[in-house]
T-cell receptor, first 111, second 112 residues
């Protein structure tokens, strides 16, 4: 099993640009989570899906953030427009029963 | 940029000693707990989990203890090795669908 796959691993973009982060969960997992990690706030849950349906997006910081899961094997997190304070490492994780398994993350830098 | 960040507590141990990392969780209704290890530049890695109907669970070189009375979780690592150096997070399941809320983390530094 390849584990959770995220792309890109690193993204540098200018303020105001649209950024799209991608995630492929572990095959067969039915829950998917997007987390953000910063020095200031640690690991924060942004949104999670179950069977491709968004369950709780209360952690999404602003309307600039949106997430989709069009099918069981793919999810995106989009930031439009991006701001320097969005700079962080974004993790995707998937789960079936026990625990949640994380990807390697996307390090986003907005300049 | 950010000039103030989370101050992660650091546990420094000698190689070969046992390590104990502690965590206080927030919600008395949480029913499932996990310890994760995060190495630099990587995602959190599942180490061991425990359900709230248990107070102890053992894995390979690791033991998790749960005290629901005081909402406390600990991770014990036996014979700590340099490869154990990382940041360790406890996570509690709060709600359905394995929604996990993470603690701030503890940095473990293993010295030869």
């Amino acid at each position: 099993d390849a584990g959770v796959i995220q792309s890109p691993r690193h993204e540098v973009t200018e303020m105001g640009q649209e950024v799209t982060l991608r995630c492929k969960p572990i095959s067969g997992h039915n829950s998917l989570f997007w987390y953000r990690q910063t020095m200031m706030r640690g690991l924060e849950l942004l949104i999670y899906f179950n069977n491709n349906v968004p369950i709780d997006d209360s952690g999404m910081p602003e309307d600039r953030f949106s997430a989709k899961m069009p099918n069981a094997s793919f999810s995106t997190l989009k930031i439009q427009p991006s701001e320097p304070r969005d700079s962080a490492v974004y993790f995707c994780a998937s789960s079936l029963r026990r625990g949640a398994f994380f990807g390697q993350g996307t390090r986003l830098t907005v300049v | 940029g950010e000039s103030v960040g989370l101050h992660l507590p650091t546990l420094s141990v000698q190689e070969g000693d046992n390590s104990i990392i502690n965590c206080a969780y927030s919600n008395s209704a949480s029913d499932y707990f996990i310890w994760y290890k995060q190495e630099s530049g990587k995602g959190p890695q599942f180490i061991i989990d425990i359900r709230s109907n248990m107070d102890k669970r053992q894995g390979q070189r690791v033991t998790v203890l749960l005290n629901k009375t005081v909402k406390h979780l600990s991770l014990q690592i036996a014979a700590t090795q340099p490869g154990d150096s990382a940041v360790y997070f406890c996570a509690e399941r709060n709600g359905g669908y394995n929604k996990l809320i993470f603690g701030a983390g503890t940095r473990l530094a293993v010295h030869p």
